[in-house]
């Protein structure tokens, strides 16, 4: 998506050890005209497929999954990290690495809100490594409900996250992929 | 608003220990249409006040925020619970007390994304003991922002965190004030 591409371009930070840094418009300062265009995108892109919930997971991939939501008039739910351990029946849990902060984080679900009846978009706005998504997808597997496909803001090309979802036959639609970018002189590819 | 309450009318659940439980709609699964009218409604409320940033915390906030920031055109920056308590120099900070969790945790945001040009709208979902909401100030008056005002979803009137922010004289327009609420047969009254 070439005004996703171009803010990228614009506005993104390459930084040494294959970090990107957007947090000026994505995952810290959030530019909600940009928003409401990924959404519009995610939209286009399943708008055929009956989506009927749209999975996100906390913080950073709500600002993009609520207008992915308002474009499906379709509820948003959003994964949670667990603050205790101990975590009772009434969830869907997951273990989900984070490579950011070094730790695992338990992911739940409240059982009410993703059940069989679910055909489900999941909506994040990195994919590197994939550990967020499988974590949300083991979660609707838990559920029995049905992964149409994963939307997703930037992914790195160069991590094995996406390759791995889609040899499964997950659909992942990145709007932005880097294919390199090197922080010696700020410099970014993408593939088309 | 008569909308948003009659929303929690119909979905809110009162619990024990004056707990007001919207999962349903509001901070676990959400519901984009309703997000879209409150994010109208504060726009309605503070359209005169030349707000040029929302700011919020993560994460239930955001999807409010994000909604009420397309309408001001205004970027929203959500403030991030520090994963270490080693907090660098780039950063205005401070603590903030959950009720919820029994913890107090560290809120940050970026001085590059709040500075003394910015006239800021604080949004939140909850508003009771108003921790959440003066950490957010705090962090305003240290980076010489003015805070224009704070838009509340729900309000639980009972508690002191509304009376004592307008007592200083802060404009805090919540969208459902609770009078009061019997979890014995799930009875609220909204003040008007």
Redesign the interface.
Known sequence: MRLLEDKIRQDGKVKEGNVLKV???LN??????L??ELGREFYRLFADYNVNKILTI??SG??IA??A??FF??????A?KA?TKNIDGDVWSSEVMSFT?GKVNTVI??K??LGPEDRVLIIDDFLANGAALNGLIDICTQAGAEVVGCGIAIEKGFQPGGAELRNRGIRVESLAIVESMDASDGSITFRH
């Open positions: 947090d000026g418009f810290h300062q959030i530019d909600p005209m928003m409401e906390e913080s709500i600002a609520i207008e939501a308002r008039k379709a509820p948003l739910v959003f949670k603050k902060h679900v409240s009410k809100y």
